[in-house]
Antibody, heavy 120, light 108 residues
């Protein structure tokens, strides 16, 4: 069974840093495009990063230069390093998997979400 | 960036009724790389439709996706009590991936 389990959320002050982890089970993380998607309280969904199976990474302008997605193949885990955090980064962060290996696809599996709160 | 606009913002339906949700794109979506997700309160979104019209695993046939180019539709043929939720469209054909703002389907 495919599972994604996030960890690492919490409360952080503006300007601080936090790293989220997403452990994959039942499949090989490095064979799929893996993305992070966030949802601010009461708001819609926003894509924030992707790591391709080949290792390339992409971000929207809103987080470029502050967020870094990476993975550890030996741990079958994807990470999201978030620096210079702002109050507007407060959200539930979901780890997602693109369905087909090695290509862009819809997000067929989602983690349970990790709450990140940026506040003084 | 492809902007997706969903309408209506809220759709009020009675159980058993048919409902139509729309998703318009600011430019053509590559290869019909358009998905629909359902989200219930406190839960992660669930994939319903991918590639514009293909149902995901275990999704009942009362959910039907259609459209191409810049106009897409999700049709709920006979709304069941468990279908009341928020629905999002998403394009994954070009970066940045983008989502619509959502349509809430509520009980009339």
């Amino acid at each position: 069974e495919v599972q994604l389990v996030e960890s690492g959320g919490g409360l952080v002050q503006p300007g601080g840093s936090l790293r989220l982890s997403c452990a994959g089970a039942g499949f090989t993380v490095s064979r799929h495009y893996m993305s992070w998607v966030r949802q601010a309280p009461g708001k819609g969904l926003q894509w924030v990063s992707v790591i391709y199976s080949g290792g390339s990474t992409y971000y929207p302008e809103s987080v470029k230069g502050r967020f870094t997605i990476s993975r550890d193949n030996s741990k079958n885990t994807v990470y999201l390093q978030m620096n210079s955090l702002r109050p507007e980064d407060t959200a539930v962060y979901y780890c997602t998997r693109a369905g087909y290996p090695n290509e862009a696809d819809s997000f067929d599996h989602w983690g349970q979400g990790a709450l990140v709160t940026v506040s003084s | 960036e492809i902007v997706l606009t969903q309408s209506p913002a809220t759709l009020s339906l009675s159980p058993g009724e048919r409902g139509t949700l729309s998703c318009g794109a600011s430019q053509s979506v590559s290869s019909t790389y358009l998905a629909w997700y359902q989200q219930k309160p406190g839960l992660a979104p669930r994939l319903l439709i991918y590639d514009g019209s293909r149902r995901a695993t275990d999704i009942p046939d009362r959910f039907r996706g259609s459209g191409s180019g810049t106009d897409f539709t999700l049709t709920l043929s006979r709304v069941e009590p468990e279908d009341f939720a928020v629905y999002y469209c998403q394009q994954y054909g070009s970066l940045p991936y983008t989502f619509g703002q959502g349509t809430r389907v509520e009980i009339k």
